[in-house]
């Protein structure tokens, strides 16, 4: 589905949906569910970008339904995986959970063997600005094209409204607060997360804060 221009959801992904953004250096946000890596190669050829189309990969953060393909993606297009820094470790598996997250990572095994690059500071990638929004965990990032944040799990929508992601989930809950002022500072149409549909901004961040 694209959701607005150039910016499509795959909709296999449904669950922790994944996104592609076209443009001179297509970028896939986020990699979804392991399990999920041939549909996810098929939905990209549907669109039209093969295997050495794709040029970069983003991570958001380290939860496992967000890094589940990022391997197999990495081996199919050679693409350049990026992650914040703080999460790398995480996401290797080397850095210890806490709570909840310690029961997932044991549940839902994943390849955690990719190659992945840290954000630079104030850096962008393929054309997405990374923009920092900690909370959710340690390095927590948001992209943004154009006019539309990808949000990752900084928020979630339902039924077209949005809410701040859910608080057993949060590692910082301050930290998830003052993300969320900040993000809202910036000027943005669309909200795409990866736990319900986009939606229009429209005075919805308000409802956040
Ligand atoms: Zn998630």
Redesign the pocket.
């Given at each position: 589905m694209e959701v607005t221009k150039g910016i499509h959801l795959l909709e296999e992904t449904k669950g922790?949906f994944v996104y592609v953004v076209l443009g001179d250096e297509p970028v896939l946000v986020d990699t979804g569910m392991a399990g999920k890596g041939e549909q996810i190669i098929a939905a990209l050829q549907r669109i039209g970008i093969g295997p050495t189309d794709l040029a970069h990969i983003v991570l958001t953060?380290h939860?496992v339904?967000?890094i589940g393909n990022a391997r197999q993606l990495q081996a199919w297009s050679r693409a350049t995986v990026w992650a914040p820094e703080a999460e790398i470790p995480y996401i290797h598996g080397a850095a210890r959970e806490r709570g909840i997250r310690q029961v997932l990572k044991a549940l839902m095994r994943v390849d955690r063997s990719v190659d992945v690059r840290a954000y630079e500071a104030g850096g962008r990638v393929g054309g997405l600005e990374v923009i920092p929004a900690p909370g959710h965990t340690p390095g927590h990032v948001c992209l943004r094209a154009g006019d539309t944040l990808l949000a990752?799990?900084l928020v979630t929508t339902r039924r077209g409204a949005l809410r701040p992601s859910p608080g057993f989930l949060t590692w910082d809950k301050a930290a998830l607060r003052r993300s969320l002022q900040e993000v809202g500072r910036l000027t943005f149409d669309w909200v795409c997360p990866?736990?319900g549909l986009p939606v229009r901004r429209g005075n919805l961040w308000e409802t956040l804060l």
């Open positions: 922790s953060h939860d339904d967000h990752g799990d990866a736990h």
